[in-house]
C-alpha cells in the first residue's frame, strides 16, 4: 500500500529525515516510536502533503501513485488521513460542517453521490457514540475551546467518519488519561480490517498495550535504527532509545 | 499545487459583460445645462430642477473628502458623462416594452424580468444606467397600497411624496457626493409602505452599469408608514473596463412609529483587475431616520466588489426606543480598498443599537472600519452594542479600525468587542488534509467567519452571498 524509499526530507535548510525506509501493506498496524526531535512528525506531515517540508530526496508510492506529485486535498481523497499531534482550531467553522463538506469532497473525488443532510447526521451520531462524545461538539467550532482529551477524540472521530485507508496517528496518546486512552484505542480497533493500515506515531509503549501493532520501528535523528514485532516496544519501554543507537553506530564501525 | 493567480483573475468577475444597445449618452461634462437637459429627459417638475440646481450651487463650493483610509488619483468630473439611457419610453413599462438585449442581460445576471419565471416572492426594479428599464409586481402590491416604482415615475405620480421626503434624511449639503447626486441623480426605486402594511414581497432594485465614461448616480427612497414593514435588497454589477467609474448614490430610509425597514445590499461592482486598474468608485451616502418610537432600521450589507467602497449606512433613532442596527461584510482583495462602517445617532430616550461589522481582508486588499456611535444628552438609557472583527488572509494586505464614540448622557450603556484573525497556513492544511480544496478551506473559513451578518440577509441571498465570496476570493490563496 505505501512504499517510502529512501526519503530525505528539509525544513529550513535543515535535513531532518536522513534516508528512511518503510513499507506498509494493507491490513498491517506498524508503530513508530522514537525520542522527541526525531523526526516522527515531520514523516507525518511529508505523508500529509505540507508544503513548508521539501523532500530532497527519495520517493513515496502510495497504491501504486506517485505520492509526492499529489496536493494535501488529493493524498485525503485517495485515502491518507493524518490525526494531527496538535489539532488546529477553526473559529466559526462548525465541527459538522468541515466534516460533512470533506466527507462529501472525497465522496465526489470517488465519483459518489454526496450524502444528505440526514444520511450525514445520523452516521455522525453513531460514531460520536462510539467515541463517547457529547452532542455539542459537533455544533462547535472545530477544535476550539475543546480540551486536549477531546481534541484527540475528535481526530479519531473524524477517521471513523472519513474511513481512510491509510491512517496516521501522530501521538494521539499523548496526553490523555487511561479512560480516553481505551475510547481512542477502541476506536482505532474498530476500524481495522485487511484493507486498512495504520502507521501509529508514539513515544509511550502504553498505546500498544490496546492496540496491538504487527511492526515497531525505532526512528532516531532522521532513520529507522531498527525495526521487529510488538515485543521491541516492551524492550524500548524497559532500556530507552540508547542502546538502539549504540546499536547501530557498532554496526556502522563493523 | 499552487494556483495559477493569472487565470483565476480572469474568471472571476463573471458580470464583466458588456450589452450592445442603442442608448443615448449626454456629452460628458457637468455644468446647469447638464442639469436642465437631465430634467427635461424626465419630464420633471419646475421645483425639482431648482432643487437639483441649488445642490450644484452647493457642490461646486465644496471639496472631495479625503479623511477616508483610501487613494485614488484624482476624479475628473468634466470627464463623465452623467446621463446614460436604452432608448425607452418614458414613464411605467410592461415587459414587451423591453429591449430584447436588456432583458437578456438582467437573465445573464440571475435576475429573469419576466414574473413568472422570478423568485416567488421578489419583486425587482430594474435600473439600467441611468434609468429604471422595468418594475415588476407593481399592480400586485398596489393592491395593499404599496407603491414600488422608479423615483422618476414617481416625481410624475406621487409628487407630494416625493417632494416632502427627498432630501429629508440626506440633505442636498450634506456631503461632497450627497450634492453631486443631489444634482444629476437620474434613477433609482421609491418605495412606500403605507400604515400597518406588512409588504407582502421582499422588494429588491438591480442597479446595471452598463455604459462607458458615465457615471451612475441613484437615488432611492423608502418610507415606512406607522406600524408597516418592509425588507429591500439591492444588487449591482458592472462590466470589465480599465477606466475606473464613478458611483454616488443616495439612499434615505424614513422609518415611522413602530415600523420597520430592512435594508440588505449584496453589492459586487466591478472591483478592477489584479494591478488594481479599472473597478467602480463606489462613494454612497445611506442614511435613515427613526423618527417615530420603536421603529427600526436594520442595514445589512455584503461589499465585495468595487475598486474603492465609501459608504457608512446609518442610522438616527430619533423616536424613543428606536432601534438601529448595521451588519456588514466587506471584502477587500487584489487592490480593492474598502472605507466603510456605520453612525448610530442616539437622540431619543431608551434608543439601541448593534453594530456587527466583519472585514476580510486577503491581497493587496485595504479595509478599514470606521463606525461612530454617538448618545446625545437627551438620550437616556440608551445602548450600543459594537462587534468589529478583522480577519487577514495573506501578509500583504491591510486592516483598520476607527471606532469613534461621543457619549453626553451618563446612563449610556456601551459594550464594544474586537478582534483581528489571520487565516493560518495550519488552518488551510488542516482542511486540506481532511480533502478540502485550499480555495474551499479559505472560502469554508471566511464564510463561518461572516456567519452572524448572513443570517441577517433574506434566505436566498445568503446563498448568494456565500457563493460571491467565495467567487471573489478566488487567486487569495496561492
Ligand atoms: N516548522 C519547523 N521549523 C523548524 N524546525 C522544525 C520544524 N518542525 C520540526 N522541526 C525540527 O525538526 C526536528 C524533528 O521534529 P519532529 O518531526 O516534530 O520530531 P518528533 O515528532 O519526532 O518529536 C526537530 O529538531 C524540530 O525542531
Ligand atoms: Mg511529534
Known amino acids: 500500500m505505501l512504499e517510502i524509499r529512501n526519503l530525505h526530507v528539509s525544513i529550513a535548510d535543515q535535513e531532518i529525515i536522513k534516508g528512511l525506509n518503510l513499507k506498509v501493506k494493507a491490513g498491517e498496524v506498524h508503530s513508530i516510536m522514537g525520542p522527541n526531535g526525531s523526526g516522527k512528525s515531520t514523516l507525518a506531515q511529508v505523508l500529509a502533503g505540507r508544503a513548508s517540508y521539501v523532500v530532497t530526496e527519495g520517493e513515496i508510492i502510495f497504491e501504486g501513485k506517485d505520492l509526492l506529485e499529489l496536493a494535501p486535498e488529493e493524498r485525503a481523497c485517495e485515502g491518507i488521513f493524518m490525526a494531527f499531534q496538535y489539532p488546529v482550531e477553526i473559529p466559526g467553522v462548525a465541527n459538522t460542517y468541515l466534516l460533512r463538506e470533506a466527507l462529501n469532497s472525497i465522496r465526489k473525488y470517488r465519483g459518489l453521490e454526496p450524502l444528505k443532510h440526514v444520511e450525514f447526521a445520523r452516521l455522525a451520531k453513531e460514531k460520536m457514540g462510539i467515541m463517547g462524545m457529547a452532542d455539542n461538539l459537533l455544533k462547535r467550532s472545530v477544535n476550539e475551546g475543546f480540551s486536549g482529551g477531546e481534541k484527540k477524540k475528535n481526530e479519531i472521530f473524524q477517521m471513523q467518519i472519513l474511513e481512510p485507508k491509510l491512517a496516521i496517528l501522530d501521538e494521539t496518546d499523548s496526553g490523555l488519561d487511561i479512560d480516553a486512552l481505551k475510547v481512542v484505542a477502541d476506536g482505532v480497533n474498530a476500524l481495522r480490517s485487511p484493507e486498512r493500515a495504520f502507521v501509529i506515531i508514539t513515544h509511550y509503549q502504553r498505546l500498544l498495550d490496546y492496540i496491538v501493532p504487527d511492526f515497531v520501528h525505532v526512528l532516531v535523528d532522521g532513520r529507522i535504527l531498527k525495526s521487529g514485532g510488538k515485543e521491541l516496544a516492551f524492550e524500548l519501554e524497559d532500556r530507552g532509545y540508547g542502546w538502539v543507537e549504540e546499536e547501530a553506530r557498532k554496526a556502522v564501525n563493523n | 499545487m499552487s494556483i495559477d493567480l493569472e487565470k483565476l483573475a480572469e474568471q472571476e468577475y463573471k458580470y464583466g459583460f458588456f450589452t450592445d444597445i442603442e442608448q443615448e449618452i449626454a456629452p460628458k461634462g457637468l455644468g446647469e445645462d447638464t442639469i436642465r437637459l437631465i430634467s427635461s429627459k424626465k419630464q420633471e417638475p419646475e421645483w425639482l430642477l431648482e432643487w437639483r440646481l441649488k445642490a450644484y450651487r452647493h457642490w461646486l463650493t465644496m471639496k472631495e473628502p479625503r479623511w477616508a483610509h483610501v487613494s485614488f488619483p484624482p476624479i475628473d468630473y468634466q470627464n463623465i458623462s452623467y446621463y446614460a439611457a436604452p432608448k425607452v419610453k418614458v414613464g411605467p413599462k410592461s415587459l414587451d416594452e423591453i429591449d430584447p438585449e436588456i432583458r437578456k442581460t438582467y437573465e445573464k445576471l440571475g435576475i429573469p424580468l419576466d414574473e413568472q419565471m422570478m423568485l416567488a416572492g421578489v419583486a425587482v426594479d430594474a435600473v439600467f444606467d441611468s434609468v429604471s428599464v422595468i418594475t415588476t409586481f407593481k399592480e400586485k402590491l398596489a393592491e395593499v397600497g404599496v407603491i414600488f416604482c422608479s423615483i422618476s415615475d414617481a416625481v410624475r405620480e406621487h409628487p407630494a411624496l416625493v ?102 445590499t449584496i453589492q459586487n461592482w466591478y472591483p478592477g483587475n489584479a494591478e488594481g486598474e479599472g473597478g467602480i468608485y463606489n462613494f454612497v451616502t445611506k442614511r435613515g431616520r427613526c423618527v417615530g418610537r420603536n421603529s427600526h432600521i436594520s442595514w445589512t450589507q455584503v461589499e465585495t466588489g468595487s475598486a474603492i467602497t465609501w459608504k457608512y449606512p446609518s442610522c438616527i433613532l430619533e423616536g424613543d426606543g428606536s432601534v438601529g442596527e448595521f451588519y456588514s461584510v466587506a471584502l477587500t482583495n487584489r487592490r480593492q480598498q474598502a472605507d466603510t462602517g456605520t453612525k448610530m445617532i442616539h437622540i431619543g430616550k431608551n434608543t439601541s443599537s448593534t453594530i456587527v461589522s466583519k472585514g476580510i481582508s486577503a491581497g493587496h486588499g485595504q479595509n478599514t472600519y470606521r463606525g461612530l456611535v454617538q448618545i446625545g444628552k437627551d438620550a437616556s438609557g440608551a445602548r450600543n452594542y459594537t462587534q468589529c472583527d478583522s480577519m487577514l488572509i495573506g501578509d500583504k494586505c491591510g486592516a483598520h479600525t476607527f471606532p469613534y464614540i461621543e457619549v453626553k448622557n451618563s446612563t449610556a450603556q456601551m459594550e464594544h468587542e474586537a478582534s483581528t484573525s489571520k487565516i493560518g497556513e495550519d488552518q488551510i492544511f488542516y482542511c486540506q488534509q481532511r480533502g478540502l480544496s485550499a480555495e474551499n478551506a479559505v472560502s469554508l473559513i471566511v464564510n463561518g467567519f461572516c456567519k452572524e451578518v448572513f443570517k441577517e440577509l433574506p434566505f436566498e441571498f445568503a446563498i448568494e452571498a456565500e457563493k460571491l465570496l467565495s467567487i471573489s476570493l478566488e487567486g487569495s490563496v496561492g
Open chain 2, 163 to 264: 417632494k416632502k421626503y427627498l432630501g429629508f434624511v440626506v440633505p442636498q449639503n450634506d456631503n461632497f457626493y450627497a450634492a453631486l447626486n443631489s444634482a444629476v441623480f437620474t434613477d433609482g426605486s421609491f418605495v412606500y409602505i403605507p400604515k400597518g402594511v406588512r409588504c407582502p414581497m421582499e422588494l429588491s432594485t438591480y442597479f446595471r452599469i452598463n455604459a462607458e465614461s458615465t457615471g451612475q448616480f441613484e437615488r432611492t427612497l423608502i418610507i415606512a408608514e406607522e406600524g408597516s414593514y418592509v425588507s429591500y435588497l439591492e444588487g449591482c454589477t458592472a462590466p470589465k473596463r480599465d477606466e475606473n467609474q464613478l458611483h454616488a448614490a443616495v439612499v434615505e430610509l424614513i422609518a415611522h412609529k413602530d415600523a420597520t425597514i430592512k435594508y440588505s
